[in-house]
């Protein structure tokens, strides 16, 4: 049983994870003083990419070009900006933990992980493999502990044990924890009938989306069933149809994703779907599986009596944060662990961010606990400002964020900014046969604009969305708003 201790440690692997620690260097993190622990053989990574580009049967996405923080526009924590003394390193994208032993006895002037020391240009090659650290994370002194799972923590004593028994001590902890492939929804959670057979699948990380990927590769052309209409649901059954697959697509729920589209930009997407060639199958749920002798499934059966032949099954019904280790440690609100505007807890020098915490949303006054990517990297990056102005006794600003929401899938693309309540209006073109389909919504509530989407839009339209939301100005009227369209934003 191995200790060691850090000033500050980061628990997760994902997107906010990879964020947090962008943050930290930028901030001047001194070597040795930050470590980042996940249970995935990976370095942190834009997860949106799984059920988009890696799925890709032509030009898929692959690490290391999908490591944090490209997703925001940034750059990937790769060694290429990074300089000493003005000598630069020039190395591949990454280096495999085995070379990473080569590399110290090849560049003995190389003092890893801090480089205090660089004398001349080295040219070093070596071999990728998937089990990657991008050398961002050497070049800035953080030690990158992965293939690591976390079984107790003790919020108290600052501790954290893995599942060998190494114990970890902190200073400061942030809680990247997110909603991993343990804490998916799966369907044997429910007692589902042969939810066991092979073949049946998940998407959360890397190894669900390698899995995914074999099937594809094995069952080409065949027919698959996906479980659930929201993100996931939409996004993987465009996948598959453009993998050549026979799709359906079977949800409980009146339209697909309801909890944000209307039935009116609900329709446009299924019907669009339909013309694509996906089956959508509304109102009932998965009830039971059958399989082949090699326990492959073959059959999925439906609560409404129906059955369907399937080669893969893809199930996306939702997660939950993975907060466990932490019950009774921390207080908790909505399903999450509850934080400041900060993101600090109830603990001292512990904070929570992305999928796990539920923080104020001070431009609704209320609380709220946000799955989706953007604010998983920008609460990290607030925490991680927060943590480093209150060490020099300085504070920053609260957390205002905006809620945004975004997905791509076939030839389309939407964005969504602020509150989908009260009344909605429609606008522009949504006919789902047209080839470039361009319309949106705006929602209305007490006589302001709280709500604003967009599909198909251009670059200043969005951002012309988000101002919208973010003022709330008022509407005349539904009818005025329908007429105006795009334009009404324009004038913000």
Known sequence: MAEKSFKYIILGGGVSAGYAA???????????ELAVISKEAVAPYERPALSKGYLFPEGAAR?????CCVGSGGEKLLPESYKQKGNQLFLSDCISPVSMSCLIHLVPLVVIPSMLHFSAKVIVIVELNRATFPLFFVFAGIELILSTEIVKADLAAKSLVSAAGDVFK????IIATGSTVNTVLRLTDFGVKGADSKNILYLREIDDAD???EAIQAKKGGKAVVVGGGYIGLELSAALRI???DVTMVFPEPWCMPRLFTADIAAF???????KGVKIIKGTVASGFTAHPNGEVNEVQLKDGRSLEADIVIVGVGAKPLTALFKGQVEEDKGGIKTDAFFKTSVPDVYAVGDVATFPLKMYGDMRRVEHVDHSRKSAEQAVKAIKAAEGGGAVEEYDYLPFFYSRSFDLSWQFYGDNVGDSVLFGDSNPSNPKPRFGAYWVQDGKVVGAFMEGGSGDENKALAKVAKARPAAESLDDLTKQGISFAAKI
């Open 22 to 32: 962008k943050e930290f260097a930028s901030q001047g993190v001194k070597p040795g």
């Open 63 to 67: 690490l290391p070009g999908f490591h």
């Open 170 to 173: 902190y200073e400061t902890l």
């Open 211 to 213: 899995k995914v990927v």
């Open 243 to 245: 993998n050549n697959f």
């Open 269 to 275: 997407y299924e019907t669009y779907y339909t013309n």
